[in-house]
């Protein structure tokens, strides 16, 4: 390694120190502005979808449509994207790691057939929170049995009505006390759809979805952003520290 003067060492040494403190100062205040967010976000959502004590209080099955599972047998060929659990980003509540199957490839758990608008919610460990509504992108798709899918009937209900439904404290305390067993802890269909909300007309769950999805948005779009901005910061720190650790003066007759 080139071996420049003692002091020039302790003055390389001070600045890259330095920049070490800065960053992980600036990752702290970007992680707690994001925390900050999310924890507006929730208290905004509770009190928004709050008990109004005029609504019809209905269940989630009383107020989505029949789904299907898949008959392998009548599509040997076809290619699927396969939605599993750990494809459910906990984080964005979004869809972001497919697998491809087909009629030999796919495991056993595949097996629900999923449209568009869909509300798909995990009913293996379902503490872990692990809900989305299905995109245009994979109409006609595969999700895992571990799964419950709601399929709104659009006459009554939107299907972000029940996704922001499903985030609350009060859908959780709910799946907490009818989940069973102990390594795998989970809690039924039945016991999903049986699960009540308060009905709304069509175009006030229209009004208050928008308020909210505008709100998620942008506490995941921060979300997003949040680990793109600290690798900047990484590689801005790198980019100095290899300026800095770089001598070509030294590089021929000066190197341990």
Not at 92 to 111: F, K
Not at 140 to 161: A, D, H, K, M, W
Not at 188 to 198: G, Q
Not at 217 to 243: F, H, T
Request: glycine share 4%; aromatic share 10%.
């Amino acid at each position: 390694i080139p071996v420049p003067p003692l002091p020039i060492q302790q003055e390389i040494v001070r600045i890259l120190d330095s920049f070490t403190e800065l960053e992980a100062e600036l990752e702290a205040e970007l992680e707690a502005e994001l925390e900050a967010r999310k924890k507006q976000f929730e208290y905004y959502r509770e009190k928004t979808l709050s008990v109004n004590e005029d609504s019809q209080w209905v269940r989630l099955g009383d107020v989505c449509l029949p789904t299907q599972n898949i008959r392998w047998s009548d599509n040997p060929d076809r290619i699927y994207k396969y939605i599993d659990l750990s494809s459910v980003n906990r984080e964005t509540n979004a869809i972001d790691d497919l697998q491809d199957i087909d009629s030999e490839s796919a495991p056993s758990r595949a097996q629900k057939i999923v449209k568009a608008n869909d509300v798909i919610f995990g009913t293996t460990r379902p503490t872990l929170k692990r809900f989305c509504i299905v995109p245009k992108v994979l109409d006609g798709q595969i999700c895992s049995t571990g799964f419950c899918v709601l399929r709104p009937n659009s006459e009554r209900v939107l299907p972000g009505y029940i996704y922001h439904h499903m985030a609350l404290k009060r859908f959780y305390s709910y799946t907490e006390g009818k989940q069973r067993g102990v390594g795998y802890p989970a809690i039924s269909d039945a016991d999903v759809k049986a699960y009540e909300i308060p009905l709304i007309s069509l175009a006030e769950q229209e009004r208050i979805v928008s308020i909210l999805d505008k709100f998620d948005a942008l506490v995941n779009d921060i979300s997003i952003g949040l680990p793109a901005e600290i690798k900047a910061r990484r590689q801005q720190y790198e980019y100095y520290r290899n300026k800095l650790l770089t001598f070509k003066e030294y590089a021929n007759d000066k190197k341990v």
